[in-house]
């Protein structure tokens, strides 16, 4: 008998900001019942909803039930800085490239996961704010940064990509600021609101017929037969086939021990800009821009129904547990301000409403893990820090996987070959820690 009792829960640090500044929601009931389904995804972030929309388009009728421990958004899925990358962007590597013709595969399947969004945006009637394909610029503060723009622009021409380096006038004309030399525009990306996202994928696929359940974490998965019983404080669904879309709590399952890097990265945003504000600031009502360095900072301007804020996204932090305290909070809101005064020092005294942190999941070897682990349970999990694309990528393999659909898409991205190990702790903590906090160091004026 296979029986799984699930280690730990999640715990979101901080606000989910993304989500505070959309108006208050009805969270879906908590599964108060045993029940039966066809079909059980556990997991309602990018994964785990792509997947329940694939599985309803390929299953019309079946009974398909989302569980979430915490309520849609709240989670990292909603607690993100909203790029869904469709180039590599490797953050272990100096300027986010690796190998031409793995970047060419990966950018395939990163655009295949980007048109599904689109589309179920489409579909879903979401309003440009929740989704736009309007491109990202890769923003260098130093000379360092531009150098590495530029040989991020020769991988690209490699790649038979396009995209346009910038210089700081037209980064100024922007941003508003002058804190950039240069910068480097790709078309491609899209931009999220990712609360705003999350919840209409979610409203949308319960349209369709799924039933989903908040706050109701699954506890336990034991194997009965050909069925899986999953439980949950308050209840229990009995299904076939199951999909685990938790990404790094995978491991609280049981799945990939020592295998899944735990980091945390972290985000702030501004009170609501004033008129005045915005006239001082200047530039365009909304962009978004990542760091020229990989552990620099991402900065984004909104403009929409939360009003005018800035964010400022820094600092990585590798967290075994997979929880951080409210100290760490803390010190973090200290780099968030230092960062902010360097860019926006012009505005004066805007204080952050908002700081926290969130999971990401890193394989040693930046791969994927999208698979049938045991008979009828499926994992789409380990986005690398790229879930916004990857997990939506993830969440629509797992679900054709699951279905016993063969095609390019689901060979590529479920054999991508195993995630390898991790050195054995405390050397793993000490060593990532290390190489993290170094790296920081060395981006100097682009963190
Ligand atoms: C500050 C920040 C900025 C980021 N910026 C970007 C970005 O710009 N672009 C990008 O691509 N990525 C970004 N990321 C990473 C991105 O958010 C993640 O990679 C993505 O959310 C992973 O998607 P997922 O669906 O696999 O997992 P998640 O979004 O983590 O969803 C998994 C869900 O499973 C639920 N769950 C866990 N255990 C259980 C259980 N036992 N029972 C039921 N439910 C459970 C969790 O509550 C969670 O909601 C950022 C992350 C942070 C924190």
Redesign the pocket.
């Given at each position: 008998m296979v029986m799984i009792k699930?280690k730990?829960?999640?715990h979101?640090a901080g606000p989910a900001a993304w989500n505070s500044i959309l108006a208050n929601r009805i969270a879906a009931p908590a599964l108060a019942e045993r029940r039966n389904a066809d079909w059980l995804i556990?997991?309602?972030?990018?994964?785990?909803?792509?997947a329940a929309r694939r599985l309803r388009e390929l299953h019309p009728v079946d009974r398909i039930v989302l569980?979430?421990?915490?309520t849609?958004a709240?989670?990292?899925?909603?607690?993100?800085?909203?790029?869904?990358?469709d180039l590599p962007?490797d953050l272990s590597s100096d300027d986010y490239g690796g190998a031409v013709d793995a970047d060419r595969q990966q950018t395939v399947v990163n655009r295949a996961a980007i048109k599904f969004a689109e589309n179920t945006a489409k579909d879903f009637g979401l309003n440009e704010e929740a989704l736009v394909v309007s491109g990202k610029i890769n923003a260098a503060a130093t000379s360092n940064g531009l150098a590495n723009n530029r040989d991020y622009a020769a991988h690209l021409t490699t790649m038979q990509e396009s995209h346009e380096l910038l210089d700081a006038a037209q980064m100024k004309s922007i941003t508003g600021i002058d804190y950039y030399q240069g910068g480097l525009f790709t078309p491609g990306t899209a931009m999220?609101q990712?609360a705003l996202y999350?919840r209409g994928m979610a409203d949308g696929v319960v349209r369709m017929g799924v039933d989903l359940y908040e706050k109701?974490?699954?506890?336990s998965l034991q194997l009965a037969g050909t069925d899986w019983i999953?439980k949950?404080p308050s209840g229990a669904i009995t299904a076939p086939r199951v999909i685990l879309?938790?990404?790094?709590?995978a491991e609280?399952?049981g799945f990939y021990q020592r295998k899944l890097m735990h980091v945390?990265?972290?985000?702030s945003m501004t009170r609501r800009l004033c008129a005045d504000d915005v006239k001082r600031l200047g530039g365009e009502a909304r962009w978004?821009i990542?760091p020229a360095d990989p552990m620099g900072t991402?900065v984004r301007r909104l403009s929409g129904i939360g009003g005018d804020r800035l964010i400022i996204?820094n600092r990585f932090t590798y967290n075994p547990s997979m929880e951080v305290t409210s100290n760490r909070l803390d010190r973090v809101a200290l780099s968030h301000n230092q960062a902010f005064k360097a860019r926006f020092n012009s505005l004066g005294d805007i204080p952050m409403e908002y700081t926290?942190?969130?999971?990401?999941?890193v394989s040693r070897n930046n791969v994927q893990a999208v698979e049938e682990v045991r008979p009828g349970l499926f994992t789409?999990?380990?986005?690398?820090?790229?879930?916004?694309?990857?997990?939506?990528l993830?969440?629509m393999v797992v679900a054709e996987l699951a279905s016993g659909y063969s095609s390019e898409l689901v060979r590529q991205v479920s054999g991508q070959g195993g995630l390898k190990s991790l050195p054995p702790e405390p050397i793993a903590w000490v060593g990532a820690n290390a190489i993290i906090r170094w790296d920081e160091f060395q981006a100097g004026r682009e963190l």
């Open positions: 699930v730990k829960l999640p979101d556990i997991g309602a972030g990018f994964a785990g909803l792509a569980v979430e421990a915490s849609v709240d989670g990292p899925a909603g607690r993100n800085s909203g790029f869904m990358i962007h999220l990712p999350i109701s974490p699954v506890v999953a949950t879309a938790v990404n790094g709590h609280s399952f945390f990265t972290y985000g978004g990542t991402t996204r926290w942190g969130g999971r990401l999941c789409a999990v380990c986005q690398n820090g790229l879930g916004a694309a990857k997990g939506t993830g969440g």
